[in-house]
């Protein structure tokens, strides 16, 4: 896609605005809350703190995409849903594509103290982060099996 | 899948419950995950303009002038206004209105608003706003409460009728003083519960436009979109049916968004002035003076006790800081003496609340609004006391709960009560009794219990209508679309209706249809505050689905030629009960019931009963039909180098009379303990009256707030005491559980290093300054080793 876009504005910008692709949300605009995470070749970036410019000749994915290899919904989306894991769902979409980079990055079962790691740059504040945790390492069962999960299974010990 | 046979609501003709009780994907997630579902920011409008505000720099100070004549000049840029465009004082409790769209002659915060700009887009509003000259007279600001209460000569908000003393309350039921005189133990502490802010990751956002036939459409990102409604056409002097509002899907609220804020009022009123549609969008940093957050509580309390650890009588004293406006204070002063008769029964009880105004963001709900902070303090010194007495402080709860079907010592009525149960869970699930006696030295175990209201008995202006109506309409396809004015803020209150009306109705909740939040096309529903809209929403809904389901069911039945009772609705069939193998779809019997009937409608109304409050002037304040109970156990390690604690896990035992939907109530249990956690150990909302009162860190950087790692493990235990007055029992889920997770954390850190921490939040300093203070007391020999047999790493020597 060729855009021409203003040298000051950000891709959340130039995502929001110019593409009407509102899935990647603005909460906080510097960086801090993960709301408008996205993937540049493959790999979650805050769309707030990236100008657009930056994306030129790069690959940008969002939360709108995410199911496109999946027939429409991909395992992590069914996932929430199944959990109840997006209350609002206003961080969801950012939550969602920094989850994903870590299943691809894993291609296998995930432990819940991998997903906290992975996602510790994107704040919920609904939900505790419980089902979220409950959804990504199911999603990650469901894509890759449960044989090769890590010894602490889907839920750590209670310590 | 089981009947539930004590329960009349729901159960008549013996439905089965299909889906009450059950798991259920909620009916407007999966737009949300696939990006799709638009907030309010997410909305455009041909010709759409930009607003932004300008906002005071001073916290107290009169304007003297305004001069936006270089803004207005600006290409791009189609209106500005001020205070004077909208002087009309509002107030969300109609007894205090003493707050205008913009300021007026004064400035009473950082950050209050002055002038607004609409222009093409945000850049160039925001560089008009830097060309509106202001000119302020600069008054002395005032901080602390208790001195802006002795600051008779320097009041902050102009409406003000009792200079800085926002409201007052003092209650007394029995005789306090002879009762805590004839106590074998009396434990008196201070305690300070700093302000906490919501934090909801979507900012606020209004768009207006007006309509072609001059209506009036403001979308927010509101959670009370009917008080928005009326205090829109208060402010703006427009008749209400000439205003609609939308509340689009929300990005969470926690009581941030429960009154109407400076956007809503400028952007309707640029839209009238411009004939353009004008959106505005709060930065992160707007959010946080905005506010109306958890009111800072100094509170003074004794607390009398039997010596077998019976709570015989509570004196409290609280002065809260209310900020600059009134927002909802009038109903948290009462709240903060109110709501803390039970779970425990005492039979002398005396409060007095103070909430003085101050020169910071007004206060106002958030969470488990007024109560958590005195349910703070009581469980507090209900540990003290256990110890003092040499008692289980789980044992000691379970000897005071007031138990089922009585009245607290204020005079409200409780029905169901699972708070034992509660405990019982929490002391199971985590191993109480062997971590009492084994944790060593840096770690421990606290509990803590609570309760909560499921709605308030009365709404905030009165009047004699239902407090919530629900309309259902079936349509001949087969499917069910529900109208309601509640508002589902990310808690599941549209997938509750249609839980509740597949219930009834034997329908998939694919087949359903929610619209709510719309006052042109919904009933009027108070909004979403008070833990209110499951009980009293729900019971509309029951009442409007049961209606309809007799009308199919009589259909059927009539072409049966079998009596109405002996059909079902379940599974998307109507079913003889006496002879499963004749049924029919839905559609079929929806088809059969709109012949007989016309079009098939129905609605359905609440109200509350009205016998449940205490009858004395404020009795009603906090009177609910039903109350939820809690009681939390929280797990800690503390670091005696560093201070740091380390909350492990908090089990999360919660009566939520029944849950319609188990993991939505889950999530509500788990969303609200982790809360609480985030403002035990983390939050503070604050300004720094060394800086002119601006706030340190208004983002979401500098306000920490809990990450994934932060966040303990959270181990929900749903608890079922039914109540009569919910629909199917059910009661609130959404804040009580936030309540126990302070103290709990507090009397975890008590039982791993033996010191006291009566100050929130309990951050690393504080903690170090409470281990050296314990050291020095020890050294002294006023104090004995904590633990002293085991062998924890770090202890102070």
Redesign the interface.
């Known amino acids: 896609m060729q855009l021409a876009i203003e040298p000051h504005h950000t891709l959340l910008e130039v995502l929001r605005y110019q593409l009407d692709l509102i899935g990647s949300k603005q909460g906080c605009d510097k960086g801090d809350c993960g709301a408008c995470t996205v993937q540049i070749d493959g790999k979650p970036a805050l769309a707030c703190l990236t100008l657009a410019a930056h994306a030129e000749g790069r690959e940008v994915s969002t939360v709108e995409g995410l199911g496109d290899a999946h027939g429409g919904c991909h395992p992590l989306q069914d996932a929430f849903d199944r959990h109840d894991a997006a209350q609002c769902g206003f961080c969801t979409p950012g939550i969602l594509l920094s989850a994903d980079a870590l299943l691809r990055a894993r291609a296998r079962p995930v432990s819940r103290q991998e997903v906290r790691e992975a996602l510790a740059g994107n704040l919920c504040r609904c939900t505790g982060y419980t089902k979220i945790l409950d959804a990504v390492v199911d999603a990650s069962e469901v894509m890759h099996g449960t044989d090769d999960a890590p010894k602490s299974g889907t839920k750590e010990a209670a310590q | 899948m089981s009947e539930n046979e004590d329960i009349p609501v729901g159960s008549e003709g013996g439905q089965p419950h299909t889906q009450v009780g059950g ?4 009916v407007d ?2 737009e ?8 309010t ?2 909305l ?1 409008l041909p010709r759409m303009l930009h607003a932004k505000i300008k906002r005071s720099p001073h916290p107290h100070a009169k304007i003297l002038s305004i001069d936006a004549s270089a803004a207005l000049a600006m290409p791009g840029v189609h209106a500005v206004i001020t205070g004077k465009d909208l002087p009309e004082p509002y107030g969300i409790i109609p007894w205090t209105p003493d707050e205008t769209a913009l300021c007026v002659e004064k400035a009473l915060h950082v950050g209050d608003g002055i002038a607004c700009v609409a222009a093409d887009d945000e850049d160039t509003a925001n560089e008009a706003l830097e060309k509106i000259v202001v000119e302020y007279e600069v008054l002395e600001p005032l901080f602390d409460p208790e001195q802006a209460l002795e600051a008779r000569d320097n009041p902050i908000n102009p409406y003000s009728q009792k200079g800085n003393l926002s409201k007052k309350v003092l209650l007394e039921f029995g005789d306090v003083d002879a009762t805590l005189e004839q106590s074998d133990l009396v434990v008196e502490a201070d305690y300070f519960f700093e302000g906490t802010t ?6 606020h956002c209004a768009l207006a436009h007006v309509e072609t036939n001059g209506i009036l459409t403001v979308w927010s990102a509101t959670q009370v979109s009917h008080y928005l409604h009326r205090e829109l056409a208060k402010v703006l002097g427009l008749p209400a049916n000439r205003i609609r509002v939308i509340q689009p ?6 009581g941030g968004k429960s009154e109407p804020f400076d956007l809503e009022f400028c952007v309707a009123k640029l839209a009238v002035m411009t004939g353009r549609p004008v959106k505005l ?1 709060y ?2 940093e707007e959010v946080f003076y905005a506010h109306r957050g958890r009111h800072p509580m100094k509170m003074k309390y004794r607390t009398g006790f039997t010596k077998d650890g019976k709570i015989t009588g509570v004196d409290a004293k609280t002065i809260l800081d209310g900020g600059a406006y009134s927002s909802f204070g009038l109903v948290t002063t009462y709240y903060s003496g109110q709501l803390l008769c039970a779970p425990y029964g005492f039979d002398a009880y005396r409060f007095h609340s103070k909430r003085a105004y101050t020169n910071k963001p007004a206060c106002g709900p958030k969470r488990g609004h007024g109560s958590v902070q005195p349910r703070f303090a009581i469980e507090c010194q209900i540990d003290k006391a256990a110890e003092q007495l040499g008692l289980d402080p789980i044992d000691m709860r379970l000897h005071n709960d007031i138990g089922a079907d009585t009245a607290t010592v204020n005079g409200f009525k409780v029905g169901s009560n699972g708070f034992s149960e509660c405990l019982r869970r929490v002391r199971s699930s985590s191993v109480w009794d062997s971590k009492r006696k084994e944790l060593p030295y840096g770690r421990g175990v606290g509990v803590a219990g609570s309760t909560y209201i499921s709605g308030t008995n009365y709404p905030i202006y009165p009047n004699d209508m239902p407090q919530a109506a629900v309309q259902i309409t079936l349509d001949r396809s087969g499917r069910a679309r529900i109208f309601s004015g509640a508002n589902d ?4 209150s549209n997938t509750m209706l249609a839980v509740i009306t597949g219930n009834e109705l034997g329908l998939p909740l694919d087949d359903i249809r929610v619209l709510s939040a719309d006052t042109d096309l919904c009933p009027v529903d108070l909004g979403a505050y008070s833990s209110r809209i499951t009980l009293m929403v729900g019971n509309a809904c029951v009442e409007a689905a049961q209606k309809l389901r007799r009308l199919v069911c009589e259909a059927v039945g009539k072409r049966w030629e079998i009596p109405r009772k002996r059909v079902t609705l379940a599974q998307g069939q109507a079913i003889d009960r006496e002879d499963p193998e004749r049924n029919v779809p839905l559609a079929e019997a929806f088809v059969w019931a709109e012949s007989d009937n016309g079009l098939l409608a129905a609605t359905g109304s609440y109200n509350t009963p009205k016998d449940r409050h205490g009858d004395y002037r404020g009795g009603t304040i906090g009177a609910s039909p039903a109350y939820s109970f809690t009681a939390h156990v929280a ?1 800690v390690e503390v670091d005696p180098m560093t201070g740091v604690v380390d909350v ?2 908090i089990w999360v035992a919660h009566d939520c009379g029944r849950a319609l ?1 188990r ?2 109530v ?2 509500q249990m ?6 609480g956690f985030a403002e035990a150990i983390m939050e503070q909302h604050v300004v720094d009256p060394g800086h002119n009162g601006v706030h340190p860190g208004p ?3 500098d306000y920490r ?1 809990p ?3 932060d ?1 303990p ?4 235990l749903i608890v079922e005491s039914p109540d009569a007055q919910g629909p199917y029992g059910a009661k609130e889920a959404g804040e009580g559980p936030l309540h126990p997770s302070i103290p709990a954390i507090a009397n975890a850190i008590y039982d791993a290093v033996g010191i006291r921490m009566d100050s929130l939040p309990f951050t690393p300093p504080r903690v170090l300054a409470a281990l050296q203070a314990r050291a020095q007391r020890e050294r002294a020999g006023d104090h004995s080793p904590h633990k002293p047999n085991t062998h924890g790493a770090g202890r102070i020597a």
Request: no cysteine.
């Open positions: 798991v259920h994907r909620k997630a999966m949300r995950m696939r990006g799709v579902t638009r907030y920011d997410d455009k919501h934090a909801a990751i979507e900012p899907p929300l990005g969470g609220a926690f969008l930065t992160r803020i990310g808690q599941g797990e492990k896990t939907s993991k939505i889950e999530g788990e969303g609200s303990a982790y809360m983002s979401l950087l707030i990450t994934f790692l966040t493990e959270l181990e929900a």
